[in-house]
Nanobody, 124 residues
Framework: QLQAFGGGLVQLGGSLRLSCAAS????????LAWFRQTTGKEREFVAG????????LYQDSVKGRFTISRDNVKSTLYLQMNNLQPEDTAVYYC???????????????????WGQGTLVTVSS
């Protein structure tokens, strides 16, 4: 089970850190990712982090601004978001899966488990 939290309202250029707490075993051994979705659009990949080497992958639009990380002791996934822009406004979801190939890291259907989503709103 995954539970995402940390969203909120932030001004243009501000920062937020999202967290995703895992329980029931869906953490160690799992590749983890953040996706986001706005009304009427498909869920899009934001960032992913592999197990066990913690290699990361980012969507081009967030490179240099967002950082994904994982704490395997606390079973928590993080997304540090800096220099937030209005186009970052969305519901953010965390996801977990096993046995995923690198080229499928950004494909939503590749993930077995999903958190409930947390809303990030960037005001200009």
């Amino acid at each position: 089970q995954l539970q995402a939290f940390g969203g909120g309202l932030v001004q243009l250029g501000g920062s937020l850190r999202l967290s995703c707490a895992a329980s029931g075993g869906a953490f160690r051994g799992y590749t983890l990712a953040w996706f986001r979705q706005t009304t009427g659009k498909e869920r899009e990949f934001v960032a992913g982090i592999r197990w066990p080497n913690s290699n990361t992958l980012y969507q081009d639009s967030v490179k240099g601004r967002f950082t994904i990380s994982r704490d395997n002791v606390k079973s928590t996934l993080y997304l540090q978001m800096n220099n937030l822009q209005p186009e970052d406004t969305a519901v953010y979801y965390c996801a977990a899966t096993t046995n995923i190939i690198w080229s499928n890291l950004g494909v939503p259907s590749s993930y077995k488990y999903w958190g409930q989503g947390t809303l990030v709103t960037v005001s200009s």
